[in-house]
């Protein structure tokens, strides 16, 4: 339109010039002869002839131009129309897929994938619509078609495939499309944090504990989820090596454990018993006292004074320093019990042990003070007294059976042999 206005303002200028010319100057005169036809004419009259015959010229030029141009405007309009009639596919599949109609979701999906320029996004969608109603071979096969569709996807295409797969507990392919991931993008951090999920899922400690460093780094997960890891991996690491005695894969482990590690009560008390097991007490006691000098601990504490080290009466000692700060702990009470029996301090024991049932009545108490009282200090009526409370306490609470044999054992000859006139109840 601003075309047009723009020539007609154009030829009227022309016009009034050309009128102008013809006023000042007359109309002038103009012959043209070809072979032996002539024409004769006014200048003024071949000039305006010559302009209306430009702009004639010019626009039937334009007029078929546009009729030449329109099978390809159809065809673009066409192509118009069924790229909206994709997009408006995906996202009414996506909302099907979202409500939970997976079928209809991968119906509509599909149907117009062939004319939609996001048909990579249709296959990825449709694949989990296809997992979603456990139709594993079709959802495989529309991961083949997104990679045909769009080979540059790879990475994309392999974590939805991995991602799938370890939905349905498909470990071993999962690592498989994971390794080669990683070959083609080995930094890759999400690619890394899948792998950790598997490893983890098979219980591939090794691999696991290597893979953790790249984690780490990267910091692909979040701290508190890293650190749960680190600390599953490393129990499931010495649960391995133990059962199959590896002493020399349990302290090589131990030593190349990071530092923070090496302060969790779980981690430290699983290589502690492996310690005390291979009568490496004193190593054991030195790793405790470090610990429980920044750090409090119950079953430390008890699991020290079940050490058998070179110097018992240091032991005591250190254990004793506790108090300052632990005075009132049932748990220490009873360590320190325990460590004055071993160091034959009778009396000393047995007011630890007193002060420690009157804090908290502890099953394992009981049983180490009925059994000073009747081996040491002659109070056997006193100690079939503290046989009974600790045989009751353990069943009202549901303590591990075998203490409760032992107890009940305990009890049952102790006072079968010297009071048979009492009887306890079976």
């Not at 430390?300 to 320093?321: C, D, G, M």
Request: contains cysteine.
């Amino acid at each position: 339109m601003k075309r047009f206005l723009l020539a007609l303002i154009i030829a009227t200028v022309l016009a009034v010039s050309i009128g102008l010319m013809a006023q000042y100057y007359g109309p002038g005169y103009v012959v043209l002869s070809f072979a032996d036809i002539s024409i004769e004419t006014s200048l003024i009259f071949m000039l305006g002839f010559i302009a209306i015959a430009f702009f004639l010229f010019h626009y039937l030029i334009r007029v078929l131009s546009i009729l030449l141009h329109i099978p390809n405007l159809l065809g673009l309009k066409y192509s118009h129309r069924q790229a909206e009639k994709s997009r408006n596919a995906l996202i009414k599949g996506l909302i099907e897929m979202s409500e939970g109609r997976f079928s209809q979701a991968e119906k509509i999906l599909l149907k117009q994938v062939i004319h939609s320029d996001t048909a990579l996004l249709n296959y990825l969608m449709a694949a989990r619509c296809a997992q979603l109603q456990g139709a594993y071979d079709r959802r495989d096969e529309y991961l083949r078609l997104a990679h045909e569709t769009t080979p540059s996807a790879d990475i994309a295409i392999g974590i939805t495939q991995a991602e799938l797969q370890i939905a349905h507990k498909q470990n071993e392919q999962a690592l498989a499309t994971l390794n080669h991931l990683q070959s083609i993008s080995p930094k890759h951090g999400y690619v890394k944090k899948l792998q950790a999920r598997v490893y983890e899922q098979l219980d591939d400690w090794e691999n696991l504990e290597k893979l953790l460093t790249d984690v780490r780094k990267q910091h692909i997960i979040s701290d508190d989820k890293l650190l749960a890891i680190e600390i599953e991996t490393y129990t499931g690491l010495f649960n391995k090596y133990l059962k199959y005695n590896n002493d020399q894969q349990i302290k090589s482990t131990w030593q190349k454990m990071p530092k923070h590690l090496k302060q969790n009560p779980d981690l430290l008390e699983l290589y502690i018993n492996h310690l005390v097991s291979i009568a490496g007490d004193d190593e054991a006691e030195t790793l405790i006292r470090q610990y429980l000098s920044h750090h409090w601990q119950d079953s430390l504490v008890l699991l020290y004074a079940r050490l058998n080290t070179s110097k018992p009466l240091q032991q005591l000692e250190t254990a004793e320093t506790w108090l300052l700060n632990n005075a009132r702990n049932a748990a220490l009470l009873l360590a320190l019990g325990k460590l004055c029996i071993k160091t034959e301090f009778w009396g000393k024991a047995r007011s630890y042990l007193e002060s420690s049932l009157g804090i908290k009545p502890m099953t394992e108490t009981y049983l180490q003070l009925a059994m000073l009282l009747e081996n040491k200090m002659d109070g056997l009526e006193k100690a079939q007294e503290y046989y009974q409370l600790g045989l009751k306490l353990a069943v009202e609470h549901e303590i591990d059976y075998a203490s409760s044999k032992t107890l009940l054992q305990q009890s049952k000859s102790t006072l079968i042999e010297n009071s048979p006139k009492l009887k306890i109840i079976q």
